[in-house]
């Protein structure tokens, strides 16, 4: 079957939209006056200048979408006789940039359309260009269009000519400004009948902000000529620009939400250092201690809390109130209502409002003496069901085996203790301010316009079930010459330098005992101090090189058993165990010729999950799957267990290491991993994958430098993970 072209895959997601052809409406004769032009025609040079491409003597254009990424086909141009800036439908008045209702197909809800041109043509009929509108559900939100406000539409780039006659009624759209508390922005919507804050591109099914300042400008931009206003753009990206410009910082900083082990952070770093701009992850905040401590390990630097997301914003806002409420952003005191000083007056003759003003301090009622104030959170560290704003303290005489942590209304008799933590709080940074931040990785929509989408650097094994309307902007599909894709990476090039560990292999660091065989594990081996971006204190880093977390989850006796007997060729899995036949079906079953094999514990050589793995059908060639050195690993799994996936080594009687899983993702071997085995398996599993990350932050970092355009998508002239060295910087 011959693949379905971008032309015939545009055309598919319109047709829902707009209509594909110039119709007339039957029912209205266009020489009657309730259709018609007012007013005077444009002068000949007037029009000529703004609608070009209609008084020319070749009548041909690029059909479809005027977006990049279209390919294109030759269709005729409408010709004009004269222009007009006015028309009258039905007794009612209509100019350019007026929106409208357009008629649509029996039974459809009428189309929505920006009127951008009014003209006769040389056949006499009356005719305006249309830019389209999109409903929530005539977008890839499709079926899930419930969760937006119906009220809500995105304006689209795509622009045809229509007979005058099919336009039914006038409609008032509103532009507002994004907001993602809805609550706010419904007061920001004035009287209309539908409004928009974005436009949406068929090109990679992309959604933009509109920005509200550059309104006048979009409105003169309008009334131009369709296709002179589809020339690509390459103003930079704004927002960003000014921001460095204004500031002139040497450097950016990064706060990481759901930091995870930190990959994600770590690789836009490096790819913004890279393309030219210093970011610097400065904060990151993690549920899992395990992810926060193997962040710690590479980014010394880095304030890395372990909490919850919406306790760290609380406590955000928090230790924003006491800047200011000390001398450091205005006020030189702290009000009394931080200690709840009253409610403790009143407590002197209440016995019970005394207890419960005891509430929250693990310390018994003694006096002790604060020595100094350690840490801040918001939440509830003390498990006792009354989250707020706490601190750790040192008392004095006592060492950190007694440290705990109080409420700030328990701190009311030190609050130069207090100031004292503030003050240093500040001036080190160990909460940012508003202002302090540049990325947000992980944070809320609608920050500004994003970067450019980084293109694919290397060939993939394309995946099956991708949707049609998908087909051309997945991953896996054919991507334009000018990408220059290299070779896909296999099990071979990423791990076959590693040296042989066994199912006990108990060992969390060790010397590499092999050599690099090929390119990618000649740099994916490199120190920290022959990095791009160093991850950790120079004093930190070894001198030689080592190997981290090259060890396996050790496997059960029961499954080390079964693992044994998987051959040691391309393909291998529990169907090759003795037992197991396939049928013609693809369908395993049991040899009815032997009884079943018992492992010396007992229990089955062929466990029944396996055998009625997927769905209960036995299709699966999954369980105890031996991977091999030509195949890629599509999903790195959080879980090592072999039962329902292929993770068996090629050669060796395990599962793949949590360095050769790392490996896989892109994680340089410099970057150590902490916690139990699971959980690091759990780290890698769930990180972004590092050459996607630094491919974000390349893109980051040329948009902030206004040297990107405003199309989707970009190449990357990165090769990875050459890209690391520090020799690459005098390359790019």
């Known amino acids: ?50 609608w070009p491409h209609r008084y020319q003597s070749k009548r041909v254009e690029v059909a479809g979408s005027k977006e990049e990424g279209s390919k294109s086909e030759e269709k005729e141009v409408l010709q004009a006789r004269c222009h007009y800036t006015q028309a009258m439908i039905d007794g009612s008045i209509y100019n350019l940039n007026d929106d409208a209702y357009v008629q ?14 009014l003209f006769e043509g040389i056949d006499r009929e009356l005719y305006f260009t249309a830019q389209w509108f999109y ?44 907001n993602v508390d809805l609550v706010t922005k419904e007061k920001t919507i004035p009287p209309c009948d539908l409004y928009y804050d974005m436009k949406y591109s068929l090109s990679y099914l992309t959604f933009e902000k509109i920005v509200i300042d550059n309104l006048e400008q979009s409105k003169t931009e309008r009334s131009r000529s369709s296709i002179s206003s589809d020339t690509k753009s390459n103003h930079p990206i704004g927002d960003a620009i000014v921001a460095i410009e204004e500031s002139k910082k040497t450097e ?57 997301a919406e306790d760290f914003l609380a406590l955000l806002k928090a230790w924003t109130k006491l800047c200011e409420d000390f001398s450091l952003f205005g006020s030189d005191q702290l009000p009394e209502h931080y200690f709840d000083l009253e409610r403790a007056d009143d407590n002197d003759n209440d016995e019970e409002e005394d207890d419960d003003g005891d509430e929250g301090s693990m310390v018994p009622d003694v006096d002790f003496e604060v020595q100094n104030l350690l840490a801040v959170c918001y939440g509830d560290p003390n498990k006792i069901k009354k989250p707020g704003l706490y601190f750790k303290v040192r008392w004095k005489g006592y060492g950190s085996s007694e440290d705990t942590w109080e409420p700030i209304e328990g701190l009311s008799q030190c609050k130069e203790k207090l100031k004292e933590f503030v003050m240093k709080g500040y001036k080190s940074k160990i909460l940012p301010l508003p202002g ?17 989408y980084p293109l694919p650097t290397h060939k993939v094994n394309a995946r099956k079930f991708i949707p049609n309307e998908f087909e051309e902007i997945h991953v896996g599909s054919v991507i334009d010459e000018h990408c220059m894709l290299q070779e896909a990476l296999c099990l071979e090039n990423a791990i076959s330098d590693l040296p042989p560990v066994t199912n006990d292999e108990s060992e969390d660091i060790r010397k590499y005992g092999t050599t690099a065989r090929t390119e990618f594990q000649r740099y994916i081996r490199l120190k920290r101090n022959d990095m791009v971006s160093y991850m950790a204190d120079v004093q930190s880093v070894p001198q030689t090189s080592m190997l981290y977390d090259h060890r396996p989850l050790k496997l059960s006796k029961d499954d080390l058993d079964r693992v044994c007997l998987i051959p040691k060729k391309k393909g291998a899995n529990f169907r090759d165990l003795p037992g197991v036949l396939v049928g013609p079906d693809n369908k395993v079953e049991w040899d009815p010729s032997m009884e079943r094999v018992m492992l010396p514990s007992g229990k089955p050589l062929v466990p029944e999950y396996a055998m009625s793995f997927v769905q209960g059908r036995g299709i699966s060639t999954k369980p105890f799957g031996r991977l091999w050195w030509d195949e890629i690993v599509p999903t790195v799994v959080t879980r090592a267990e072999p039962h329902k996936k292929t993770l068996l080594h090629p ?25 139990p085995v699971k959980e690091r398996y759990i780290q890698v599993g769930n990180a972004v994958a590092f050459p996607v990350a630094l491919a974000l932050g390349y893109t980051f970092g040329l948009a902030c430098q206004g040297l990107s355009n405003d199309q989707p998508v970009t190449t990357v ?10 020799s690459s910087l005098a390359q790019t």
């Open 1 to 50: 079957m011959a693949k379905k072209s971008k032309e015939r895959e545009n055309d598919e997601l319109i047709s829902p939209l707009v209509p594909t052809k110039r119709r007339k409406n039957a029912n209205r004769d266009t020489t009657n006056s309730d259709v018609c032009f007012v007013g005077k025609s444009l002068s000949a040079a007037e029009a000529s200048d703004r």
């Open 104 to 117: 649509a197909e029996d039974g459809k809800p009428n189309y929505i359309a920006r009127i951008i041109e």
């Open 135 to 178: 409903r929530a559900e005539d977008t890839v939100i499709k079926d899930h269009a419930e969760l937006i406000d119906k009220r809500r539409v995105f304006l689209s780039d795509i622009k045809d000519e229509n007979p005058l006659n099919c336009i039914v009624s006038k409609v008032k759209i509103a532009l507002v400004s994004p």
């Open 252 to 308: 950016m900083t990064l706060l990481d939400l759901y930091s995870g082990c930190g990959a994600m952070s770590t690789g836009l770093s490096i790819g913004a250092v890279i393309s030219g701009v210093k970011l610097l992850p400065r904060w990151a905040v993690d549920i899992n201690p395990h992810a926060c401590e193997s962040l710690r390990l590479n980014h010394a630097k880095t304030e890395v809390r372990n909490e919850a």
């Open 436 to 452: 302090d931040v540049d990325f947000i990785c992980g944070g809320p929509p609608c920050q500004g316009k994003l970067p450019q």
């Open 651 to 675: 050669l060796q009687d395990r599962v793949l290491t949590i360095r050769e899983n790392a490996r896989l993702q892109g994680f340089p071997d410099c970057y150590q991993l902490s916690g």
């Open 717 to 726: 002239p990165l090769k990875f993970p050459n890209c690391l060295a520090q």
